[in-house]
């Protein structure tokens, strides 16, 4: 189902390049060519055939989109990515700087000095 939603992503998108491309970015396009009016034999200006199908383009690659995060791999169960590649951080030992450490006296007793150097 992801491989589907991925190639119905790149096929709409290079769609979407190319109407983008052909459009003349001052509303000219491919209708500058017939500069007789906005009907020529019955038909609608290019230009707007143009828009409806760039809209029509960019709302399917964003309903794609979404139903490929919706419906992906990830939805229902764990698989790959960075999940699993982020491991819990080790428990680290708890410092209590008031108790003693191992294998010494909670209250050493003083050295003596000798003072007879």
Same mark, same amino acid.
């Given at each position: 189902m992801t491989t589907l939603f991925i190639i119905l992503i790149i096929l709409v998108s290079v769609i979407l390049a190319f109407f983008v491309l052909i459009q003349n970015p001052k509303g000219g396009? $491919?209708?500058s060519g017939f500069a007789g009016g906005s009907n $020529?034999?019955?038909?609608?200006r290019t230009g707007d055939f143009l828009e409806?199908?760039?809209?029509? $383009?960019?709302i399917a690659l964003m309903v794609f989109s979404l139903a490929i995060n919706i419906l992906g791999p990830s939805a229902g169960t764990k698989s790959g990515g960075l999940s699993e590649q982020i491991e819990a951080p080790a428990q680290a030992p708890s410092l209590n700087l008031n108790a003693p450490a191992q294998g010494q006296q909670a209250n050493p007793a003083p050295v003596a000095q000798d003072s007879s150097k």
């Amino acid at each position: 189902m992801t491989t589907l939603f991925i190639i119905l992503i790149i096929l709409v998108s290079v769609i979407l390049a190319f109407f983008v491309l052909i459009q003349n970015p001052k509303g000219g396009g $491919l209708s500058s060519g017939f500069a007789g009016g906005s009907n $020529l034999m019955g038909v609608q200006r290019t230009g707007d055939f143009l828009e409806k199908g760039t809209w029509t $383009l960019v709302i399917a690659l964003m309903v794609f989109s979404l139903a490929i995060n919706i419906l992906g791999p990830s939805a229902g169960t764990k698989s790959g990515g960075l999940s699993e590649q982020i491991e819990a951080p080790a428990q680290a030992p708890s410092l209590n700087l008031n108790a003693p450490a191992q294998g010494q006296q909670a209250n050493p007793a003083p050295v003596a000095q000798d003072s007879s150097k």
